[in-house]
Every structure is written in C-alpha cells, then in structure tokens.
C-alpha cells in the first residue's frame, strides 16, 4: 500500500485531481467529507460541539450550523483549537478504518485540507501538492464560488504560505493550466505513483519531481 497525503490551497483544484486519481484506480479518503461525517445529527462528535459551543451552533433541523460554527472559530485561536480538538481525533480515526480496508496494494489518496497547517506530512509515504497562482486561487474563490475578494483574501491568509506547501511536496500538480493538460499530468503521476507501490521504498527525501 502506498499512502498519499493531497493538499493545495483553497480555490487549487485539490478535488479536480483526487476525482482525477479515483478515476486511474486510487482509493480516495477525504478528510473534510469525514470531517462533515464526524458530527452529523446524533454522532458524539456533534455532542461534543454542542457541549462546548452551546445550541447556538445548531440549525432548526438539529444539524450543525457549520457557517455559523465557522464564524465563531475563524477569528479565535482559541475556539478553533477547542474545535480541532474535538474533530481531528474522529477524522484520524475514521480515516484509519478506512486505510485498514483497502487492499494491500492500492494507492491510497488521503484529500487533507491543512495537511502543511498541522504538519501531517510525515504521517504519509508521499506528498503531492496541488500548486496554483495566488491569482488563480483569488480568481476562483471570487468568480467560481461567489466570495467577495476580502473574504477570498481572508481565507487564503489563514492557510500556509504557497511556498510552505511546496517545501514538503513529494510531487507538485501544477493546476494553472487546462483540463485536458492537468488530465495528463495526473495520469503521469498515476503511473509514478502504481511504480512505487509496488517496489520496496523508504519514504523519501521531499525531493520534487
């Protein structure tokens, strides 16, 4: 089994290539649906949220009110960290389940958000970087999902640096190019990565390729 952590900055198109991987035969685990998974309606996560957030944190329908969870944790360090607390720990967990049942050799894409943010990257075997322009990202944010620029500009200042997620990347995506290119470079990097698991290896150097 080879283990791959897949992170890029909010607006890279981090999903266009974990659908990418899952279609050349990848087992896909991402983080952010466990995430959602994690505290739905009657799990002990959402317990835990509302224990610590209060029901204010709820929609009418029992349901975390995840834009209104997210305004009272954006700006507090402290509230994010509680938050974390709680979600991380069922996220791992849940993800591990799901590591344990994939077959021995099959490449594993685990889709980790803030895998630079938290330093995850020794937890996998590779790490690929989906890599764009910050003018691309705020381009995206703005034109493909409706953000005015301050806020874009917001999010992208509360995630690491382009150049922190380069210096821990295994393999670089460069996604400011089109579909059909990016299809291809995938596909480069499919046969890369089905090379790998399936020859002895160490986990290696952060060397870019």
Known sequence: MLKL???GGIGAGKSEVSRLLVECGAVLIDADRIAREVVAPGTPGLAAVVD?????VLAEDGSLDRPKLG???FADPEKLAALNAIVHPLVGARSRELENAAAEDSVVVHDVPLLAE????????????????????LDRLVRLRGMTEEDARARMAAQATREKRREIADIVIDNDVPLDDLRRRVRDVWADLVRRAHAPRERSEHTQE
């Open 71 to 73: 305004s009272l944790v």
């Open 52 to 56: 610590t957030f209060g029901e204010g």
């Open 5 to 7: 952590g897949l992170t």
């Open 118 to 137: 938290n330093g995850l990257a020794p937890l996998y075997d590779l790490v690929v970087v989906v890599d764009v322009a910050p003018e691309t990202q």
